[in-house]
């Protein structure tokens, strides 16, 4: 272990513990772990330290909640319930389907975290390259970009954008002579 003390250069979460708990007893078990050991709290003979430390890292941004991937999506989906039912639903689909590809690409980054910790499997470096530059894809395709049409509400004029493609404003009800 190296003595940092408190340092904000890593991203963790209580998900990290068990898994390295484990790995720095020589432990290990069936369990599929939300977290990954932290390697960058470990010294320096880590095979493949910094490989690990990047892949782990675009692990946690797309894995976690607190996460650049799970930040953004929270914010549009409290955005989708100021909107009516079909932008909710839009809203919602989209980030069903973002989801979707999330846990595709976390998956497999999981996977290849825990088979270099406890299998002592050796990191394809391209393959890690992948995965984090396709986390990095995923998270740029979540955004909330401003914008919007003259003389609607300030919610009105949030359009929000996912996997590259925009939802529809929402619609002013038609005049009351046309209500029936």
Known sequence: ????????????????????LLYLTGLADDYAHDGR??????DESVPQRETLSRLAAAYKQINAPLG????????????????????YNALEE??????AQRNAIAGRMIAVLEAAAFQHMHVDEDEARRLTDAAGRLIESVRWTPGGVAGA????????????????RRTPPPPRAARQ
Do not use: K, N
């Open 37 to 42: 050991v932290i390697v960058e709290a470990l």
């Open 68 to 87: 650049e991937l799970g930040r953004r999506t929270l914010m549009i989906s409290t955005r989708a319930l100021t909107g009516d039912a079909a932008t």
């Open 94 to 99: 989209e980030i069903a389907s973002v989801t």
């Open 153 to 168: 509400s300030a919610t009105d004029r949030d359009r929000i954008a996912v996997s590259g493609g925009s939802v529809p």
């Open 1 to 20: 272990m190296r003595r940092q003390g408190e340092t904000a250069e890593t991203f963790t979460d209580h998900t990290d513990v068990r898994p390295t």
